[in-house]
């Protein structure tokens, strides 16, 4: 008597809901339609990005430092400044109105670098602590693997956050330069700022944000975070796409910039010591 096994492997991204709902239907009609006893359904899911543990931290971490980082300085400066009747005094030199906002954006840019070299100083303890706890134990290759961050995707994860440190700065100068005091700018900024990345957050938990798609979809498009975390993902994925990468890193730069000349106009008006 001749026995007849089909075996069926299906390989799912478990960062994909869409996969994942999919995977499930064809479970559910196979033991449906057929008998358990004849089917043996292996689901293997790839190590991908939105799978990883380390992956969702790194994410994290730079996500929160880089929104959170310029906001209480770029709003002294600024909106601060004009609220402590000191800016008068700094406009009277010497100097263009467009000096004055670069050497402020520089001082800005260097303050917030210290936060990067700290997050990086924060993944390679983490990476260590899973190293040292990990070694030893059952089956520890792919346990490290899957917890830890891999070091050669630091550079890369220190240059997205110094894109995102560049769009947050930029929308903080022009929302500091309208804001009436330091108070008004910290509350609008962190809400502009903490917000749409919190949300954006949340969706790439639940699944792949380049999947979403109608209106909702085209709007979490915009949002220049949302490419920081597609950037993030293709970095820490094993076979990242170069074009998509690049298109992350063409738009965050092409916000930044106009941003920054929203906020150079702003700050050159009249209305900014009023």
Not at 7 to 19: L, P
Not at 47 to 63: D, N, T
Not at 80 to 93: S, W
């Amino acid at each position: 008597m001749s026995s007849n096994v089909t075996t069926m492997i299906i390989y799912v991204n478990s960062g994909s809901f869409r996969a994942s709902a999919a995977f499930e239907r064809i479970k559910v009609y196979a033991q449906f339609w057929m008998r358990t006893t004849d089917l043996w359904v292996q689901q293997i899911s790839p190590p991908a990005a939105e799978a990883s543990y380390g992956h969702q931290l790194a994410i994290f971490l730079v996500m929160i430092t880089s929104v959170m980082a310029p906001s209480p300085y770029i709003s002294k400066s600024f909106a601060g400044e004009r609220e402590n009747h000191t800016l008068e005094a700094l406009l009277v030199v010497p100097m263009s109105r467009l000096r004055i906002l670069a050497a402020k954006l520089a001082a800005g840019l260097m303050l917030t670098m210290i936060y990067s070299t700290f997050t990086v100083v924060g993944i390679l303890s983490y990476n260590f602590l899973v190293n040292f706890r990990g070694s030893g134990s059952m089956n520890s290759a792919s346990q490290i693997g899957y917890f830890s961050v891999e070091v050669s995707t630091i550079p890369l994860i220190f240059f997205c956050q110094f894109l995102i440190l560049l769009c947050a700065i930029g929308i903080g100068v022009v929302i500091s330069t309208m804001a009436k005091d330091q108070a008004t700018s910290e509350s609008i900024n962190n809400l502009v700022l903490l917000v749409p990345t919190m949300v954006i957050g949340i969706l790439g938990f639940a699944g792949s944000i380049s999947q979403l798609s109608g209106v909702f979809g085209f709007i979490v498009m915009l949002i220049p975070f949302t490419h920081a975390i597609m950037f993030l993902n293709g970095v820490l994925s094993p076979a990242p796409d170069p074009i998509s990468l690049i298109i992350n890193i063409v738009y965050m730069l092409g916000f930044t910039i106009v941003f920054l000349i929203l906020g150079a106009k702003a700050f050159e008006r009249e209305a900014i010591i009023a």
